[in-house]
T-cell receptor, first 112, second 114 residues
Framework: GNSVTQMEGPVTLSEEAFLTINCTYTATGYPSLFWYVQYPGEGLQLLLKATKADDKGSNKGFEATYRKETTSFHLEKGSVQVSDSAVYFCALRGDSNYQLIWGAGTKLIIKP | SQTIHQWPATLVQPVGSPLSLECTVEGTSNPNLYWYRQAAGRGLQLLFYSVGIGQISSEVPQNLSASRPQDRQFILSSKKLLLSDSGFYLC?????????????FGPGTRLTVL
């Protein structure tokens, strides 16, 4: 079945550091891939998405590229800020599935 | 534009008491609706989803139930709460079955069972 694997957290970085949060998936067909962000005490917000191979999703300085050959959708940002501290979830949705398949989430802590 | 509401925002209930959490969506019709639970420091667990009025699919066996009495209303209930029911409950909706449609989340309800 479909599955998503994220790197375990917490990930602790200094402000202005480069960020990578790894996400790999297992799926049949051509899934859509998503990154969501959850700030403390809040619900989840869509950060970016990609719907086909080689698509790059981007938002708020974050980027992720849909790599079918490596079944990956790694999240990157060139220079993180304290305000980026949050939990980041990678998710997958298949063409014929009502559900999103979620990674376990990665907590990101940015220190000034 | 579409909005999703959840209430209450926080709830403290004794073990064995009943529960009713409500979720409503505005600005769209015939959404797919979802209830998730997030335990402290953990990922998301899908509890129920609904593709239409009166249609509920359950993902995990538990003492919770869900109902969809109206197109844009989704209710999570329990007759008797357990300590293990504590957590952050999130309602979400999506437009349809297309794989590229993202889910939109409500602000969540933090439930503490004592």
């Amino acid at each position: 079945g479909n599955s998503v694997t994220q790197m375990e957290g917490p990930v602790t970085l200094s402000e202005e550091a480069f960020l990578t949060i790894n996400c790999t998936y297992t799926a049949t067909g051509y899934p859509s891939l998503f990154w969501y962000v959850q700030y403390p005490g809040e619900g989840l917000q869509l950060l970016l998405k990609a719907t086909k191979a080689d698509d790059k999703g981007s938002n708020k300085g974050f980027e992720a590229t849909y790599r079918k050959e490596t079944t990956s959708f790694h999240l990157e940002k060139g220079s993180v800020q304290v305000s980026d501290s949050a939990v980041y979830f990678c998710a997958l949705r298949g063409d014929s599935n009502y559900q999103l398949i979620w990674g376990a989430g990665t907590k990101l802590i940015i220190k000034p | 534009s579409q909005t999703i509401h959840q209430w209450p925002a926080t709830l403290v209930q004794p073990v064995g008491s009943p529960l009713s959490l409500e979720c409503t969506v505005e600005g769209t019709s015939n959404p797919n609706l979802y209830w998730y639970r997030q335990a402290a420091g953990r990922g998301l667990q899908l509890l129920f989803y609904s593709v239409g009025i009166g249609q509920i699919s359950s993902e995990v066996p538990q003492n919770l139930s869900a109902s969809r009495p109206q197109d844009r209303q989704f209710i999570l209930s329990s007759k008797k709460l357990l300590l293990s029911d504590s957590g952050f409950y999130l309602c979400a909706w999506t437009r349809g079955l297309a794989g590229y449609n993202e889910q939109f989340f409500g602000p969540g309800t933090r439930l503490t069972v004592l």
